[in-house]
């Protein structure tokens, strides 16, 4: 699903694609499965790994 958010283990820290991260390079409207590998999460530095797909 394109749109789903995805949160951070680590931090709790919510990736929402309609957002994106613009401040690191990803687009507003970026789904998470097309960020690119070494992306990080912006607020404690966790690896894309660390991330799971919210619930709906």
């Known amino acids: 699903m394109k749109n789903k958010k995805y949160r951070c283990l680590v931090c709790a820290h919510v ?3 309609a957002i994106g991260d613009p ?3 990803v687009a507003p409207g ?6 690119q590998d070494d ?15 919210m619930a709906d």
């Open 23 to 25: 401040d690191n390079g």
């Open 39 to 53: 992306w990080y999460c912006p607020e404690c530095g966790a690896t894309k790994a660390d991330f799971e797909p």
């Open 30 to 35: 970026t789904a998470f499965e097309d960020i």
């Open 15 to 17: 990736y929402d694609p």
